[in-house]
């Protein structure tokens, strides 16, 4: 019930702050590289900004929509305060609702109406970011504010150490309340709870949590407090042959298009897989260990770029990266598709329907399929890697 309720939110949210971009686009959007609004400033519209950090000091009356690195709010919002980024620390007032897509945000001040937000840390995820000159922690974090409304949240570490008036929902890794006061109830699905005697939670449904096992909750946190164990996934032996026909059909679909209209692009890493299959997967491998910390590389080519050429390059950037791994993901298949499938035909789109009907049937099976695609990604990648260094392609399949 919770993860479903989530993401219907979530998307909402996402809906909203998408819609809210495209407004954008018809308005006066400022773009700068540090923007601020100073402390006796009163500004009568709505705010559209992309700049690296942002400081507002004095008041805002209308929304203020927010893509950058880093955003401070220490002044006043009469409307809804809406941010991708990822820092954001909140120490004034915002008025109504906070929609938030960041690693780290931190509550001091006042939220009106409901906060909706991610955020990142957990276990392993405990190092503060740099963020422009800014350091900020992971997590969620409430330092003594309020917030008026409802608190619905996906985040690893969520620490709340104040006055929430609504109903908390959400996913996370680390729940935390340290002398905190819910006025209403909680329902969280979650893997730590660390609960101190001070804190409370007043709503009449109490204080609801899903997780693998009945973890230690203070008795006198509510009156009603409720375990619920997270269930163990069952496999859904229908469903995975279906979406197993699927992704087939997808396979073959786009298989004969690149064949058709660029053949190289499978034809050509495959060769070099049946020429140096063991070279191929060493050298994806290799790349792939550095890629195993994708948000950090992905971070550093935005900032790299963002540093010569502005935030709005830096992100197009590291969306570029970002992609082009997936779109390695979906290919790889179909690359490894041919080379095993040449072994039964020579004509490519038929080996290449062998070959990928092989490893989709492979990946059905729980304890291998997995590892299978990593394999299959890595030794693909590698045959891309050594594509362009080799100075003779080897003989076609």
Known sequence: MIPKRLTILLLLFFALFLLSIGSAAAAETIVQEIYVVPADTV??????ISANELYIEGRIEGDVVFLGAYAEISGEISGDFMAMAT??????????????????VNILGEIGDDL?????????FTAPLPV????????????????????????????????IQGDINGIVNTFVLQNATIEGSVAVQTFTLEIDEESRVLGE???QYTAPAPLDVNAALSENIVFE??????????????????????????GYVLLRFRPNWLI??????????GRC????????????????LTMIVGVGIGLFWGFVSGFVGAAFVFTGLVLIWTFSPLIAGIWIGQRFSRQPFQAMLIGTAVIVALTLIPQIGSGLSIIVFMTALGALILYPRLSQLPPQV
Not at 238 to 250: D, E, M, N, T, V
Not at 281 to 296: D, H, K, R, Y
């Open 43 to 48: 500004i009568e519209e709505d705010l559209y």
């Open 132 to 163: 422009g000159t800014q350091s900020i922690s992971q997590g969620v974090f409430l330092r003594g504010g309020q917030v008026n409304g409802d608190l619905l949240l996906a985040s690893g570490l969520t620490q709340l150490s104040g006055m």
């Open 268 to 277: 050509a890493p495959a060769a070099i897989m049946t020429a140096a299959p």
């Open 87 to 104: 820092g954001v620390e909140i120490s004034g007032l915002v008025e109504d609702d906070v929609r938030l897509l960041a690693a780290g």
């Open 116 to 124: 909706i937000t991610t955020g990142g840390g957990g276990a392993g």
């Open 281 to 296: 997967f060493f050298m994806g491998f290799i790349t792939s260990l550095a890629f195993l910390f994708v948000p950090v």
């Open 229 to 254: 164990e997270l269930p163990q996934p069952g496999i859904d032996w229908f469903a995975r042959i279906r979406q197993a026909f699927g992704a087939l059909a997808g396979f073959a679909i786009l």
């Open 205 to 207: 449904d109490g204080f």
